[in-house]
T-cell receptor, first 113, second 115 residues
Framework: GESVGLHLPTLSVQEGDNSIINCAYS??????FIWYKQESGKGPQFIID?????DKRQGQRVTVLLNKTVKHLSLQIAATQPGDSAVYFC????????????FGAGTRLTVKP | DTEVTQTPKHLVMGMTNKKSLKCEQH?????MYWYKQKAKKPPELMFV???????INESVPSRFSPECPNSSLLNLHLHALQPEDSALYLC??????????????FGQGTRLTVV
């Protein structure tokens, strides 16, 4: 089955710095990737997504990079704010495979004021 | 309306009880999901319904029984649970179709405690 994982379980950054959260996946046929943010006591919240026909996608203060060669994606958060403190998950969604969607292990981001 | 509504928010049940978790969405999504999440762990896929038919069952014990009565509703029937089944149960929904934006929207979850 699909294996999705993250390189670092925790990340602590200073407010205003940029944050980079990494994720590795195992199935080279995976074609849709999503980053979610989960705050304490809440369900995961969509941040940004990317399809396999792209290598970069930008949102507001967030950028996702996809490297299909090494099966790696990253989430970059610019000018990290205290409100960004949460657990971040990457997920691989396979719509053509019964809508299978699996999560990586998660990285806890802590922003220090 | 981009909400997925889960009820109840909290549930405490004994090992001999029967209870149901409910999930509702009105976004026209035809894929609906149940996940189980333990503390400090990622959501773990349990079931996926696509067009109201069960498309994925991740070898979940039969004491968990999903049901999708229509395209807006998803239930999870619980019977004879064990204390280790205590967790946050998350429902999600998404579009179906390779070319559509398929990000999943999640409910706030039901915090289940089995005593």
């Amino acid at each position: 089955g699909e294996s999705v994982g993250l390189h670092l379980p925790t990340l602590s950054v200073q407010e205003g710095d940029n944050s980079i959260i990494n994720c590795a996946y195992s199935n080279s046929a995976s074609d849709y990737f999503i980053w979610y943010k989960q705050e304490s006591g809440k369900g995961p919240q969509f941040i940004i997504d990317i399809r396999s026909n792209m290598d970069k996608r930008q949102g507001q203060r967030v950028t996702v990079l996809l490297n299909k060669t090494v099966k790696h994606l990253s989430l970059q958060i610019a000018a990290t704010q205290p409100g960004d403190s949460a657990v971040y998950f990457c997920a691989v969604h396979t719509p053509y495979n019964n809508n299978d969607m699996r999560f990586g292990a998660g990285t806890r981001l802590t922003v220090k004021p | 309306d981009t909400e997925v509504t889960q009820t109840p928010k909290h549930l405490v049940m004994g090992m001999t009880n029967k209870k149901s978790l409910k999930c509702e969405q009105h976004m026209g999504h035809r894929a609906m999901y149940w996940y189980k999440q333990k503390a400090k762990k990622p959501p773990e896929l349990m079931f996926v319904y696509s067009y109201e038919k069960l498309s994925i069952n991740e070898s979940v014990p039969s004491r968990f029984s999903p049901e999708c009565p229509n395209s807006s509703l998803l239930n999870l029937h619980l019977h004879a649970l064990q204390p280790e089944d205590s967790a946050l149960y998350l429902c999600a929904s998404s579009q179906v179709g390779h070319t559509k934006a398929a990000e999943a929207f999640f409910g706030q979850g039901t915090r289940l405690t089995v005593v």
